[in-house]
């Protein structure tokens, strides 16, 4: 798996991988990860993918940091 780029958007950081025909999306926010794999063969090239991630919704992302937060929260109560 390689690194092709790395993308900050409203403190999550988002790190874009190469892995055979898929793209790999990792988000990190407050110390957890979601990671998304996407088949290549849906964009025209790595722009078109790091376009589309500059217009996604980011707050539905963190909305899921917090829930996986609240989760953690009752592993550790």
Do not use: A, C, H
Not at 12 to 25: A, H, M, R, T, W
Not at 57 to 69: G, T, V, Y
């Amino acid at each position: 798996m390689r690194l092709i780029n790395k993308i900050f958007i409203d403190n999550v950081n988002i790190s874009i991988f190469d892995l055979d025909l898929k793209y790999v999306l990792k988000f990190e926010f407050k110390g957890l990860e979601q990671t998304y794999k996407v088949d290549k063969l849906e964009f025209i090239n790595i722009s078109e993918l790091e376009s589309k991630l500059r217009f996604i919704d980011i707050k539905l992302i963190k909305k899921r940091f917090e829930e996986m937060s609240d989760d953690l929260k009752l592993f550790y109560n």
